[in-house]
């Protein structure tokens, strides 16, 4: 599985962008997606996962009502909506793919960054204030 996140860039806080994260694979609704974020001398921190079929999605408390993680399985894609930006969502934002699983079971499994197989190469997001 290969995965490509594009979609990021420069803007203003309480502007908006939309993530994309384009996957290789024929079995794409089976997987799991993921975003996760790494700022500067951070650790990697979890954002958002979504289940095979979209219908379960998992939030980080920190981007909950702001963000939202969607998927189109016709094209293999998982985005995120970033809206309300604040300049500490400044971040290399990555997509993640589980291969091994369909559903979200728990936010502690969407959450660790071991339950993922696949990772994009990120996408920078900066937000000026």
């Known amino acids: 599985v290969q995965l490509q996140a594009s979609g990021g860039g420069l803007v203003q806080a309480g502007g908006s962008l939309r993530l994309s994260c384009a996957a290789s694979?024929?079995?794409?609704?089976?997987?799991?997606m993921g975003w996760f974020r790494q700022a500067p001398g951070k650790e990697r921190e979890f954002v958002a996962a979504?289940?095979?079929?979209?219908?379960?999605?998992v939030y980080a408390d920190s981007v909950k009502g702001r963000f939202a993680i969607s998927r189109d399985n016709a094209k293999n894609t998982v985005y995120l909506q970033v809206n309300s930006l604040k300049p500490e969502d400044t971040a290399v934002y990555y997509c993640?793919?589980?291969?091994?699983?369909?559903?979200?079971?728990?936010?502690?499994?969407?959450?660790?960054?071991?339950?993922?197989?696949?990772w994009g190469q990120g996408t920078q997001v900066t937000v000026s204030s």
């Open positions: 694979g024929r079995t794409f609704s089976s997987y799991v």
């Open positions: 979504i289940s095979g079929g979209g219908r379960n999605t």
């Open positions: 993640a793919a589980d291969a091994t699983r369909a559903y979200v079971p728990s936010y502690t499994y969407a959450a660790g960054p071991q339950s993922y197989d696949y």
